[in-house]
């Protein structure tokens, strides 16, 4: 479950999130896994966002550190 929501939710436009997580309950309904995240990989993305000038907002976050 962890897995098919964290690598696909990145690619999914804001407008289809709530029909893919709506899937992803059916799917496994009762089951909710937090994201595995790795913090000071996360911050170090915020860092390099901003000494680049651009805007280091979460999704733009989650993208990049989904792997």
Not at 29 to 52: C, G, H, M, S, Y
């Amino acid at each position: 479950m962890r897995a098919l929501r964290d690598f696909n939710i990145p690619k999914i436009v804001v407008d289809d999130m709530p029909v893919f997580m709506g899937l992803i309950g059916d799917l496994f309904p009762a089951l909710d896994v937090p994201r595995k995240r790795d913090v000071e990989f996360e911050k170090n993305i915020r860092a390099a966002t901003l000494q680049l000038k651009l805007q280091a907002e979460e999704n733009f976050i989650l993208k990049v550190s989904t792997f």
